[in-house]
């Protein structure tokens, strides 16, 4: 018998046109026409290669290793990571100093639930979110964790979703996902390349996150891969919210009027025109009628990703079960999504400035961070930061991605430092283990001076000044 979640892959994979079929993994992020609103309404792309499914309870398994995977995406790994072609081909002596590594939090529950209610219930009681503090020197606390419930005398769950979860929350394959994900990290970092410690408790490592438990947990489970034996506790670094630089933290009224300014060009209103009768479907189904659902295709992805990357099958009425979203409506969701985020942070006219203003900041800590290494007084020879798509995203465009699709669950930038028997610096970029290809050609082996030169572009002299006018 075939499982739901295999039958909704082999459904991804069958709902691919012969061409694309033939799309080797790294194409599969790029998509050629993904600025026009031809991708999003073309539906024989169907998801262009993608995989929107995977399993509730396990680790996901993709035979094709590399393909953009919106549940989980690809990361360096032993098994298919080569060094720079110029290391590689002894053109070069050299040896990697540096990582910086950014990636999104692992597979969750979607945030957005219809207004009408949701037809299907969420179960999440077998993972254990833990929620306890405790002192250097104090009384050590109990493990407690949250298990979340419904009362049946609670009149709201009708109109609601019944259930063992929180929206959003990580899942068990999600944290099982980010164990393998720091399995393979140390595989190439550790094993073959020999940067990270042996212990995490080390001068050289440093690790942060948002204020938000999706990437603190994320990092339990993806730091717990990189140190499998690892008994001690670790330092997670956070901003303070109010005005933390990653994940839209501090308040900046520059970004609502560059949002506002960009969707009322030709270009986003035309995507709004080729997607009108999607749209007006869909929030005829689930109630989703408001201005939060109509205005991006955010709320449905998301509550459409949400379902598949957690082995449940796409979402059905709350008053009829028999009247579900169809995988072509689901696949051109998705691929509207594409477009949008392609929009916010390649070709929108106002893009350079909405980048400065969202993750200027961010950047330039970054940037401060190769400056050091350039310098010689580097603290650290690896740091991990858990961010969120709103990051990930921004970072992708300042580096000049050629195509942006939507950057997937635990999609992940790995900035490898090298330096070469002449004391000179150079960089390669991998995006989901892949070498980044961007207007500026492949980031497969780049003067440190020279990526530095382009992202400083984006890091704003006066960050108040800006978000003020």
Known sequence: MVSPTLSLALACIAAVPAAAKALSPIDTFYPPNINSTKWISDSSLGTYGGIYAAPREHVSAVEHYGIYDYCTMPHPRKTEYELPK????????????????????????????????????????????????????????IPVFAQTYTDPSNPFVDSYINGTCQFPQLTLGGYLDGYQHGRDLWGVYGEKLGLFPKS????GVWFRSSESALTQQSAGGVLRGIWPE???SLALHQQTSAVDTVNEGYSCSAISSTQN?????????????????????LGDM?????????????????????????????????????????????????????????????TNPYVAKYITLVEGLFIGEIVSNFEAVLRGDKDYVFRHTFVHDGDIGPVLGALGIKALRWPAMASNIAFEIWET???????????SGHTLKTIYGDLEWMPLTQLIKILKKYVPDDIIALCNE
Not at 92 to 98: E, G, N, Q
Not at 261 to 281: F, G, I, K, V
Not at 307 to 328: A, Q, W
Not at 421 to 431: A, E, G, P, T
Request: proline share 6%; glycine share 6%; net charge negative.
């Open 421 to 431: 028997s002449k004391s000179q610096h150079y960089v390669r970029v991998l995006y």
């Open 200 to 203: 995490p408790y080390h001068a």
């Open 86 to 141: 110029p290391v590689a081909n002894h053109d070069v002596k050299a040896k990697i100093v540096y990582l910086e590594y950014l990636q999104r939090h692992q597979r969750r529950t979607p945030y957005n639930l219809f207004p009408g209610g949701e037809a299907h219930p969420y179960w999440c009681d077998d993972i254990q979110p833990f929620l306890y503090a405790g002192g250097y020197s104090a009384i050590p606390p």
């Open 286 to 346: 689930f109630g989703a009628t408001s201005s939060d659902w109509q205005s991006t295709f955010d709320h449905f992805s998301d509550n459409f990703q949400g379902r598949l990357c957690n082995g449940y099958s796409l979402p059905c009425t709350f008053n009829d079960t028999s009247k579900c979203v169809s995988e072509k409506d689901a696949y051109e969701v998705f691929r509207a999504g594409d477009w949008e985020w392609n929009y916010y942070w390649r």
């Open 230 to 232: 690892y008994q001690g």
């Open 261 to 281: 300014a960009y969707m009322a060009t030709e270009e986003w209103q035309a995507h709004l025109n080729a997607t009108a009768d999607l749209r007006a479907r």
